[in-house]
């Protein structure tokens, strides 16, 4: 496997990775019936969710290369088959030869690259002309690669739309960390439901990187027109990123009403926290990029009101939940939000839909899934590697 989570060497011989990272290449290891390694680049950069571990408490090899380093071919020999992310420029070129079968995994469009360039503000015009060419010249490289692939792998709508038909192997995944028995319990769904009926002020969440390419310099502005509407409520916002400062400057304002958390442990403490704390989740996020941030929040029984990004746009049409505001429009979004604080039956209706489809798109069912079509695609026996019905693959 190659791919592109970040890895950082320790002096003492162990690395720091990424949690979810992990605990996905774990399952991974357990449901591949053959012996799996997994290529990683030392990029030195900082892991804000990661963790650091021994080589030998992984439960799966690593070979960590140095940053720039080519895929050599002393990388991939003895290889029988390669799972590699197609959104790294160093895999594309590893369908062109004779090499080993090759299923690729996509998750961003050229779309989002582009408007990733566009939102980022490090750049100044040259340079993202210059970067917006770079990936002009790679999406060449990609689509051809898919092209010669023995699979491809779409993580979302957008992704899937945009590739599935380069490739009659192509699948379509939902990536998210849930598993069944992390997700809401009957009773808590009853709780929610309840408090909302009772009139007790709504509770809106957020979590994720506070940077402008997430939307997240639009959470203040969103809290200001609400509290100008007179609306009672809690904003809770979870993450880390160079918008924190100005985040936490404005909260005076709030009186206690908007709260900033620094980044927690997925698992242990944000999902029974907003499991039990939580009745909306506030999006602002401008990118189509799959997002887990969604299904994640669907499966503690949170109903999701976002931009109308391709990916939100299409899941919320999917699964019959949430709402969907133009993008951008802070007053639209808080004038959404006012109506659902009149409307709670409407919360939580959508609350139970949302965990209805997220108990369909579990991390096991999900994982196993794309496992069952990875091995039909690099080892098929006949009639292998045709996807699933519907539209998880093309037709």
């Not at 650091?52 to 408490?57: F, I, M, N, S, V």
């Not at 690593?62 to 590699?84: F, K, N, S």
Request: aromatic share 8%.
């Amino acid at each position: 496997m190659i791919v592109p989570a970040p890895v950082n060497r320790l002096a003492d011989g162990r690395v720091r990775l990424d949690v979810k990272f992990v605990e996905g290449m774990r399952l991974h290891g357990r449901l591949w019936r053959g012996s799996l390694v997994v290529v990683l680049w030392d990029h030195g950069q900082d892991i804000p969710f990661g963790a650091e571990y021994a080589p030998r408490e992984l439960g799966f090899e690593t070979v960590i290369l140095p940053p720039g380093a080519p895929l050599d071919e002393a990388v991939l020999r003895g290889v029988d088959g390669i799972a590699a992310s197609a959104d790294m420029a160093e895999t594309l070129d590893l369908t062109a030869g004779d090499g080993p079968p090759v299923v690729y995994s996509i998750e961003y469009t050229l779309g989002t690259r582009l408007k990733i360039v566009a939102l980022d503000r490090s750049l100044g015009p040259l340079r993202k002309l210059w970067s917006m060419a770079w990936n002009l010249r790679m999406e060449r490289r990609r689509r051809r690669a898919f092209r010669r692939a023995a699979g491809v792998q779409a993580n979302g709508y957008p992704a899937f739309d945009a590739y599935r038909r380069l490739n009659p192997a192509t699948l379509l995944y939902l990536d998210g960390r849930m598993r069944r028995e992390m997700m809401a319990t009957p009773e808590e769904m009853a709780a929610r439901a309840a408090r909302l009926a009772s009139g007790r002020p709504l509770r809106i969440a957020h979590s994720g990187r506070l940077e402008p390419m997430k939307g997240a310099m639009d959470l203040i502005p969103i809290a200001r027109v609400l509290r100008e509407r007179g609306l009672t409520f809690t904003l809770d916002i979870f993450g880390a990123g160079s918008l924190v400062d100005a985040i936490t400057a404005s909260l005076p304002e709030f009186d206690g009403a908007v709260r900033l958390h620094a980044p927690v442990d997925f698992e242990t403490v944000l999902v029974p926290w907003m499991r039990a704390n939580a009745d909306l989740f506030l999006s602002c996020h401008r990118q189509s990029d799959p997002s887990c941030t969604y299904l994640e929040t669907m499966g503690c029984g949170v109903p999701v009101i976002g931009y109308d990004n391709a990916m939100w746009q299409r899941m919320q049409a999917e699964s019959g939940s949430g709402w969907v505001v133009p993008m951008g429009r802070v007053p639209a979004m808080a004038a959404q939000i006012a109506q659902l604080d009149s409307g709670r039956d409407a919360v939580a209706a959508h609350a139970a839909a949302a965990l209805r489809f997220a108990q369909a798109h579990d991390f096991e069912t999900e994982f196993e899934l794309r496992m069952s079509h990875q091995a039909g695609c690099l080892f098929p026996a006949p009639g292998a590697c045709q996807g699933v019905p519907g539209q998880r693959a093309l037709p």
